[in-house]
T-cell receptor, first 111, second 113 residues
Framework: NAGVTQTPKFQVLKTGQSMTLQCAQD?????MYWYRQDPGMGLRLIYY???????DKGEVPNGYNVSRLNKREFSLRLESAAPSQTSVYFC??????????FGDGTRLSIL | QKEVEQDPGPLSVPEGAIVSLNCTYS??????FMWYRQYSRKGPELLMY????GNKEDGRFTAQVDKSSKYISLFIRDSQPSDSATYLC?????????????FGKGTSLLVTP
């Protein structure tokens, strides 16, 4: 009964390092999403994938790239990490127009 | 102006009280309305889901949507200390970002024994 699984749960990076956040879902959902959550800012959409083979920018895409590897997996990459990208990152999945189900997040700190 | 507005609180109530949480929104395209509960260091968990206007009840929780006023509410009856969490309203519709959710900033609720 895993739902949405995110790895890693915690990570500390130095400015300029790169990293990929992994997300996998086992609910056979077509749509997947990446959000970041910052104090006082709420959850903001970074990128989404409405279906396998498609990706689109959300509200705050700068500094990120994504890959929809297959129906189950959707990864988020930081090519050159910056302190402003310190945040908690959440992955979610859903069937079209249905509520999204979230993972427990990756807490990322960039020094 | 953000599309979804939600008072961040914090809101502190005694155990057994009725809690009222609210959000307003500006985008008429929103048709799907949700409330999520988020415990500390966990992901948002779906609590209530409503399509279009009306009321929905699930145990101690009631969600109301008034599309004419662009206003949604969540009521918690007989509140318990275990209800202490951050409550996020979220909504979606056919927009430029598909059916991606638009979130309020969340209201922090503390229920004291």
């Amino acid at each position: 009964n895993a739902g949405v699984t995110q790895t890693p749960k915690f990570q500390v990076l130095k400015t300029g390092q790169s990293m990929t956040l992994q997300c996998a879902q086992d609910m056979n959902h077509n749509s997947m999403y990446w959000y970041r959550q910052d104090p006082g800012m709420g959850l903001r959409l970074i990128y989404y994938s409405a279906s396998e083979g498609t990706t689109d920018k959300g509200e705050v895409p700068n500094g990120y790239n994504v890959s929809r590897l297959n129906k189950r997996e959707f990864s988020l990459r930081l090519e050159s990490a910056a302190p402003s990208q310190t945040s908690v990152y959440f992955c979610a999945s859903s069937a079209q127009a249905q509520p999204q189900h979230f993972g427990d997040g990756t807490r990322l700190s960039i020094l | 102006q953000k599309e979804v507005e939600q008072d961040p609180g914090p809101l502190s109530v005694p155990e057994g009280a009725i809690v009222s949480l609210n959000c307003t929104y500006s985008n008429s395209a929103f048709q799907y309305f949700m409330w999520y509960r988020q415990y500390s260091r966990k992901g948002p968990e779906l609590l209530m889901y409503t399509y279009s206007s009306g009321n929905k009840e699930d145990g101690r929780f009631t969600a109301q949507v008034d599309k004419s006023s662009k206003y949604i509410s969540l009521f918690i009856r007989d509140s318990q200390p275990s209800d202490s969490a951050t409550y996020l309203c979220a909504m979606s519709g056919r927009t430029n970002s598909g059916y991606a959710l638009n979130f309020g900033k969340g209201t922090s609720l503390l229920v004291t024994p």
